[in-house]
């Protein structure tokens, strides 16, 4: 059964780095294109960044582009987001997902894949 596991949140000051990581078990990243999706508080989840499943291609969302880098390690089944020059927009929970990429910006949620339970980021002051 595919399983993903996102880790790394935490609380910085603005202009601070942290890298998250999402595991993935029950499946290879070859077998999927993962994503990684930030929901702002009170607002809906909207694709970060991904990355396809042989990984030759990545998206970002415009707001993230020159700051957000994912990566992944195959040999680990993980994919991770390091985010650099955060901001207080940035805050809210992080989810990794299966993904469909589209065009060379958007990262749409397989819409057969389950929510996990997300990593917080708070960027604050």
């Known amino acids: 059964q595919l399983q993903l596991d996102e880790s790394g949140g935490g609380q910085v000051q603005p202009g601070g780095t942290l890298t998250l990581s999402c595991v993935v078990s029950?499946?290879?990243?070859?077998?999927?294109?993962i994503g990684w999706f930030h929901q702002a508080p009170g607002k809906e989840r909207e694709g970060v960044s991904c990355?396809?499943?042989?990984?030759?291609?990545?998206n970002y969302a415009d707001s993230v582009k020159g700051r957000f880098t994912i990566s992944r390690d195959t040999a680990k089944n993980t994919v991770y987001l390091q985010m650099n020059s955060l901001e207080p927009d940035d805050t809210g929970v992080y989810y990794c997902?299966?993904?469909?990429?589209?065009?060379?910006?958007?990262?749409?949620?397989?819409?057969?894949?389950?929510w996990g339970r997300g990593t917080q980021v708070t960027v604050s002051s």
């Open positions: 997902l299966p993904t469909v990429l589209r065009g060379d910006t958007y990262c749409i949620a397989h819409p057969d894949a389950s």
């Open positions: 029950g499946a290879t990243l070859r077998d999927y294109s």
């Open positions: 990355i396809s499943r042989f990984g030759g291609q990545i």
